[in-house]
């Protein structure tokens, strides 16, 4: 079956812990990219990769981190969480390009 | 920061009635327009993609896109209670990053 992965899938942990948060895809999609979802403000995108080479920044990557070391994983590095990085995270791919995009199921992170 | 309204909802149509959805773009480079559906609780699902002007149809659903307005809508026709969810306007830029609207949520009375 063709889909993205996530995990954890929710996760409670304090300020200053570092944590990852797995992404992975079996659709051999070149394009991976982390968003934050936060009520009223919708979507907001975190990193992008448009390939193994190719990683840079979203709209709001202050505080993360991301490592695209194979194709098929795309993990999501906070190195030192904070409770305004509380939210909905989506892991996304496509093809190519950012065009059509399959989303992972989502990880519910907070921070305290 | 590319911005990316959409009308705020939320939307409350009888079952069988059209739902129109709009949505306006600030980037007027913008190419690529994609409207996603998304459950509460669930992650957002890809139901239409436009790239030029015009209409385009698929199944109930139409998307519009007007790049001389900035502007892009989706209609739903036939409204059924399982197209209730919110729906997201995303925009690509010209450096491949994607910008959603706040969504727009859709419910569609039986």
């Known amino acids: 079956e063709a889909q993205v992965t996530q995990n954890p899938r929710y996760l409670i942990t304090v300020t200053g812990k570092k944590l990852t948060v797995t992404c992975s895809q079996n659709?051999?999609?070149?394009?991976m990219s982390w968003y934050r979802q936060d009520p009223g403000l919708g979507l907001r995108q975190i990193y992008y990769s448009m390939n193994v080479e190719v990683t840079d920044k979203g709209d709001v990557p202050e505080g993360y981190k991301v490592s695209r070391k194979e194709k098929r994983n795309f993990p999501l590095i906070l190195e030192s969480p904070s409770p305004n990085q509380t939210s909905l995270y989506f892991c996304?791919?496509?093809?190519?390009?950012?065009?059509?995009?399959?989303f992972g199921p989502g990880t519910r992170l907070t921070v305290t | 920061q590319k911005e990316v309204e959409q009308n705020s909802g939320p939307l409350s149509v009888p079952e069988g009635a059209i739902a129109s959805l709009n949505c306006t773009y600030s980037d007027r480079v913008s190419q690529s327009f994609f409207w996603y559906r998304q459950y509460s609780g669930k992650s957002p699902e890809l139901i239409m993609s436009i790239y030029s002007n015009g209409d385009k149809e698929d199944g109930r659903f139409t998307a519009q896109l007007n790049k001389a307005s900035q502007y892009v809508s989706l209609l739903i026709r036939d409204s059924q209670p399982s197209d209730s969810a919110t729906y997201l306007c995303?925009?690509?830029?010209?450096?491949?990053?994607?910008?959603f609207g706040a969504g727009t949520t859709v419910t569609v009375r039986a």
């Open positions: 995303a925009v690509k830029d010209r450096d491949y990053k994607l910008s």
């Open positions: 996304a791919s496509s093809l190519q390009g950012v065009g059509e995009q399959y």
């Open positions: 659709m051999n999609h070149e394009y």
